[in-house]
């Protein structure tokens, strides 16, 4: 099946600057990669997703890239603020798309 | 607004105990997820279903079943509760499967289940 890693697991920066996550997947039939974010004791809610068709998308302050051919992804965040503080999830769907495979998770700390 | 709620927020049961966890959204959503959530792990899917009645294994599915009678409530079973399925749980539904529009899923708030 899909296994999809992350990297890092914890991320801190300074308020302002960028920061980047970044994924791998192994299966090259997935066609679907979404991020969510998680704030402390909520829910994880969508913030951007990619398909396969796309190598770049963006959404305000936040980037998503996409290299089908070293299968692996990434989120651009830029001018960080503290509320961007959260955990980070990127997923990739299976062959079949009828699922999602998510990765370990970023935690990301700003701090001001 | 689509509201996926869950039945309890936080759970404590005994090993051997059956445990039900119910999940229930109001957007006439076809699919519905369950995912248990552990530290470094991510989310990890239990069972799917994509139709009332309709069941799939997801990627750890042993020592659970899943129960889906009415399109807008799916239910995690717990058959014999186990230490090691200490764990938050997040029920998901979404319009749509993985690959096609109207895939986002919305999570509800988890239920934390502690089995001592």
């Known amino acids: 099946g899909e296994n999809v890693e992350q990297h890092p697991s914890t991320l801190s920066v300074q308020e302002g600057d960028s920061a980047v996550i970044k994924c791998t997947y192994s299966?090259?039939?997935?066609?679907?990669f979404p991020w969510y974010k998680q704030e402390l004791g909520k829910r994880p809610q969508l913030i951007i997703d990619i398909r396969s068709n796309v190598g770049e998308k963006k959404d305000q302050r936040i980037a998503v890239t996409l290299n089908k051919t070293a299968k692996h992804f990434s989120l651009h965040i830029t001018e960080t603020q503290p509320e961007d503080s959260a955990v980070y999830f990127c997923a990739a769907s299976s062959a079949a798309g009828n699922k999602l495979t998510f990765g370990g998770g970023t935690r990301v700390l700003v701090k001001p | 607004d689509v509201k996926v709620t869950q039945s309890s927020r936080y759970l404590v049961k005994r090993t051997g105990e059956k445990v039900f966890l119910e999940c229930v959204q109001d957007?006439?959503?076809?699919?519905m997820f369950w995912y248990r959530q552990d530290p470094g792990l991510g989310l990890r899917l239990i069972y799917f279903?994509?139709?009332?009645?309709?069941?799939e294994k997801g990627d750890i599915p042993e020592g659970y079943s899943v129960s889906r009678e009415k399109k807008e409530r799916f239910s995690l079973i717990l058959e014999s509760a186990s230490t090691n399925q200490t764990s938050m749980y997040l029920c998901?539904?979404?319009?749509?499967?993985?690959?096609?529009?109207?895939?986002?899923?919305?999570f509800g708030p988890g239920t934390r289940l502690t089995v001592l």
């Open positions: 279903s994509y139709d009332v009645k309709m069941k």
């Open positions: 957007m006439d959503h076809e699919n």
């Open positions: 299966d090259s039939a997935s066609n679907y």
């Open positions: 998901a539904s979404s319009l749509h499967l993985a690959g096609g529009p109207g895939n986002e899923q919305f």
